[in-house]
């Protein structure tokens, strides 16, 4: 073990315990450090909760960790005493459980037996140390990584603007939707939400929990809500869907093929978000971000049918609205907190008082004001900086984190909703496990290529044509048997389906490269 290169993983949501499982069922992969600040490994935000009526907005079918596996959740679903449940929206808590299986199971296989040490603590700095990297932790140890993975899930929402001094510091107020507690509800009085997302959605259920019958009001600049899935399956998508150019012209397409059924069109439109959204100019992307995105996410991510219901049973019971207007102000007396805000389409300011107000706007996207000390130590060193859309960290197309200079650090990398700007939708499990797994495979690819540097270099330049005659002289044969295997299939497929051509040709010349310093190790 000691021999063995060492990868911290930051954070021990989906997005991280993927990352981790795909480096623990390498037999001869690197030792994983994962560290998580949060209350249980496994888990994230999105897992957390252990309430019932908190369910996945995706179905248990699409759920699988596995790419490679589609069955994976729903056989795991079978053993654990839930059969049959492949076309339900399981809880939340449920999904948690099995991340936390897959995690255990990796650990203790003959692959990743010992490779797998647990750190529950803050990374607070990330320096440079060599080729690797200096973590200092929110206790004060320090620890050394060769690579740095960041898969720190979504930030907590930023503070709206208008919002008193006083408010943000009362009790009244929750910062961060996933940290406030139910039970400290006042015990009368309205709530107000700002966002009207699957957040608020989730946070108006928790209230109804703790407090039946309470009145919550979820205020966003459109009015928009999520939108339901049916109960039946959608129809599978048209077959030659396959939009192009720019988001308006895609729009004209969407709306062209959505005449009888809109959510398979949507379903249909989704294996091409990545290669739309990285094909557009900034200008474009921006255009998006601002007109189309609220009607994107409301469309594209869904309220699981019994969750649906029960808001529209709220609704009709004036227990739960949902207003469109801008919020101008925030302010507390001693008996709440008073909401100002400017109705969309026009009309005099609104004012009304609530009993607590809970921030449920989405997650941080600004990351030069994220607040988060691990964040603002990289960005201060220049080793990492926002992307143009400032949606996170921007990221290559290997997942390395870009610093300053606009150069990728090697061995330092973002996945999940944190590296959003570079594919946009990477927020649900059918993204991030691709991304998980391609991000893998890059790191040992790093690794192995790094093994190979270790010993003198007799003659640079010979050893650069052997390199190379090596190079083009691997077998034909051999690549058709590495062809075969899933893995590679499904690495070379994702990259083409993910970033075009070359990154597939790419990923192929990799696979050599890392062949043959294997073959020239072993001889």
Known sequence: MADRPTVAVIGAGFSGVLTSVRLLLEPMGPRVLLIERGPRFGRGAAYSSASPHHLLNVRATNMSAFVEQP???????????????????????????????ILRRAAGQETGAARLVLEHDEVRTLARDGEGWRLELGVGRSLFADIVILALGNLPPPPQDGVDEDVLSSPRYAADPWAWDPASAPADGDFLLLGAGLTAVDVTLSIQEARAGARVLALSRHGLSPRPHIDAIPAAGPADFAPSGTPARVLRQVRAAAQTDWRRVIDALRPHVHTLWRGWSLAEKQRFLRHLRPWWDVYRHRLAPPVAARIADLRARGLFEVAAGRLRRLRADAQGVWATWAPRGGGPPIERRFAAVINCGGPRADLSRSGDALIQSLADAGLA????????????????????????????????????????????VPDIRIQAADCASAVLNLLALRA????????????LVADLAAFLGQSVDELDVELASLKFTRRVRNAWELRGRRAAFDEIALWLETRRGRGKGGS
Not at 79 to 97: E, K, N
Not at 386 to 415: K, M, Q, T
Not at 452 to 463: C, F, H, I, L
């Open 385 to 428: 900086r926002p992307d143009d859309c400032r949606l996170g960290l921007d990221v290559d197309a290997r997942s390395r984190v870009i610093g300053a200079e606009g150069l990728a650090n090697d061995a330092l990398f973002a996945i999940g909703p944190i590296a959003r700007g570079h594919l946009f939708e990477i927020t649900s």
């Open 452 to 463: 190979r540097r270790v010993g003198p270099v007799a003659d640079p330049a010979a050893g």
């Open 71 to 101: 069955s994976h959740f729903i056989e795991w679903l079978g053993r654990t005493g839930s059969p049959d449940q492949g076309q339900a929206f399981v809880t939340r808590d449920r999904y948690g459980q099995y991340l936390q299986s």
